[in-house]
């Protein structure tokens, strides 16, 4: 697997196709994030914004390859198997600018709650703004998986998908994402951080989900 998570990755950097959602995280952090304002409300903004960010280089890991080079590919190592490496390389990317998003936060941003009365304590808020960003990052992971071939070949379709999916994720009130980022803009009204540890483990398990469905479905389907 390490092998394939190799080969997915290093193809991805030599397409340059992940420039494009870079670009967009980039403008994302730029318009949201302004030098001193409130860390919370800031990490809360890095980690919503990572999830389309996410949605968008799964669909372009897993459709990266030529088709002839695809098909070779999943016949020496299992399509199942290779399908779950391009998922895995695009979260992996995404988690590391997540992290690096969240550094940029902490060093632009003010360590006080919104109102400027309270301090906040660095590192739980830190932790509390990786573990939002790893759960914006795993539930677009799920939806990429959902929202791609095998299980919606159509681009003109998928696509579609994929947007209404993000943006049901970050507004409904019951989605672990939503959960995540809300937890972090009210720790940041209060002055008291709470890491999102439910949102996360819920995030992970739903991502894994996905990722297994639509792999076996790869298998299956060749």
Wanted: glycine share 10%.
């Amino acid at each position: 697997m390490s092998a394939l998570l190799g080969y997915h990755t290093a193809l991805l950097m030599r397409s340059q196709r992940w420039l494009p959602p870079m670009l967009l995280y980039a403008a994302v952090m730029g318009i949201g994030v302004q030098w001193g304002q409130p860390v919370l409300d800031g990490l809360g903004y890095a980690a919503a914004g990572l999830l389309p960010v996410t949605a968008w280089v799964v669909r372009i890991c897993l459709n990266i390859e030529p088709l002839a080079a695809r098909q070779c590919t999943a016949a020496a190592a299992g399509p199942a198997r290779v399908h779950l490496a391009g998922i895995l390389a695009a979260l992996l990317l995404t988690c590391v600018l997540g992290a690096v998003g969240a550094v940029y936060v902490v060093a632009v941003s003010d360590p006080r709650s919104s109102a400027g009365h309270v301090a906040v304590p660095l590192l739980p808020a830190v932790q509390a703004g990786l573990l939002a960003a790893f759960t914006c990052a795993f539930f677009g992971a799920a939806i990429g998986a959902l929202c791609n071939r095998p299980l919606l070949s159509n681009s003109g379709v998928a696509t579609p998908a994929s947007l209404l999916a993000v943006l049901l994720v970050l507004v409904v009130g019951g989605s672990p994402a939503n959960a995540a980022v809300a937890g972090l803009v009210s720790a940041s009204h209060e002055g008291a951080v709470t890491l999102p540890w439910l949102p996360a483990v819920a995030s992970l398990a739903v991502a894994a989900l996905a990722t297994w469905l639509a792999c076996s479905q790869a298998g299956r389907r060749g």
